[in-house]
T-cell receptor, first 119, second 110 residues
Framework: GAVVSQHPSRVICKSGTSVKIECRSL??????MFWYRQFPKQSLMLMAT?????????EQGVEKDKFLINHASLTLSTLTVTSAHPEDSSFYIC???????????????FGPGTRLLVL | DAKTTQPPSMDCAEGRAANLPCNHS???????VYWYRQIHSQGPQYIIH???NNETNEMASLIITEDRKSSTLILPHATLRDTAVYYC???????????FGAGTRLTVKP
């Protein structure tokens, strides 16, 4: 299947600093990428959807000025957590959508996740 | 409002078939059923999807009832590495995102 990578895999930062997480589709072009957040013992929650070259669409309750998303190319999307606080500590997972496979259907593939700890 | 209902947890003996049920009684005609799984501290892994016909791939089989109100994911010979949270997702068309419910925590025991 298609491969999605994330970098870094884990990051620890001080409160008030900004952290950038990269998401890459390694062997396919993704017109649409997604960012999810997962707190311990909870399911994944969609934060935003981004299309290459356009502004991201944020889910209700997600602050767009705090979680900056850039989807500059068909293989790269970045999530920047600005002025991070301890409550932003979470597991951030990106996903990329591609065509192909059975029925030429779109399937979402997920990255391995980035664990953010804000002290 | 969740579109799917899954049991919170299940156990399965190693080497036996694991049958994971999912109810999606409000599914509409153009909505597909997707299955993903998430092994601890990793991103979700795509398993299989289907519309109305049963599907099989190298990982699993998907059985969808004739009325499409429920489905079952079958792992034919479960191994310890299949221990994970399994998510059943109903998604409309090509242009919508995947939204996750609580899933089923499958534990495969020796």
């Amino acid at each position: 299947g298609a491969v999605v990578s994330q970098h870094p895999s884990r990051v620890i930062c001080k409160s008030g600093t900004s952290v950038k997480i990269e998401c890459r589709s390694l062997d396919f072009q993704a017109t649409t990428m997604f960012w999810y957040r997962q707190f311990p013992k909870q399911s994944l929650m969609l934060m935003a959807t981004s299309n290459e070259g356009s502004k991201a669409t944020y889910e209700q309750g997600v602050e767009k000025d705090k979680f900056l998303i850039n989807h500059a190319s068909l293989t790269l999307s970045t999530l920047t957590v600005t002025s991070a606080h301890p409550e932003d500590s979470s597991f951030y997972i990106c996903s990329a959508r591609t065509y192909g496979g059975r029925d030429n259907w779109e399937t979402q593939y997920f990255g391995p996740g980035t664990r953010l700890l804000v002290l | 409002d969740a579109k799917t209902t899954q049991p919170p947890s299940m156990d399965c003996a190693e080497g036996r078939a694991a049958n994971l049920p999912c109810n999606h009684s409000t599914i509409s005609g153009n909505e597909y059923v997707y299955w993903y799984r998430q092994i601890h501290s990793q991103g979700p892994q795509y398993i299989i999807h289907g519309l109305k016909n049963n599907e099989t791939n190298e990982m699993a089989s998907l059985i969808i009832t004739e009325d499409r109100k429920s489905s079952t994911l079958i792992l034919p010979h479960a191994t310890l590495r299949d221990t994970a949270v399994y998510y059943c997702i109903v998604r409309e068309g090509n242009n919508n995102d995947m939204r996750f419910g609580a899933g089923t925590r499958l534990t495969v025991k020796p």
